[in-house]
């Protein structure tokens, strides 16, 4: 079907920088928008930034100016790039992708297997 696969995620101490990387492959017929979620212990998980195909990028509040978002939908790729990270920043980084494959016509999710941040203090 759809496969997700991130990398990029480890250690860093408060200010530095990570990137978050992924690509899909597999039997991929439209995308509508990729994006990345975090999901912290104990709590929801929540949307940290998408670029939808075509349409106008989101960045949560508490990392705008902080995390750029850059999706290429003829590659199929997403890059999330984290500065200035902050001890609250520290989850699972999810990525995930809308969109519909050739096996199902109905659009539908689809999620990496999510990498972890963690930012030191």
């Known amino acids: 079907q759809v496969q997700l696969v991130e990398s990029g995620g480890g250690l860093v101490q408060a200010g530095g920088s990570l990137g978050l990387s992924c690509v899909a492959s597999g039997s991929i017929r439209s995308i509508s928008a990729m994006g990345w979620y975090r999901q912290a212990p104990g709590k929801e998980r929540e949307l940290v930034a998408t670029?939808?195909?075509?349409?106008?990028?989101y960045l949560l509040d508490s990392v705008k100016g902080r995390f750029t978002i850059s999706a290429d939908y003829v590659k199929y790729t997403v890059h999330l790039q984290m500065n200035n990270l902050k001890p609250e920043d520290t989850a699972v980084y999810y990525c995930r992708l809308n969109g519909t494959s050739w096996y199902s016509g109905a659009p539908r999710v689809y999620w990496g297997q999510g990498t972890q941040v963690t930012v030191s203090s």
């Open positions: 670029e939808p195909n075509g349409g106008t990028t």
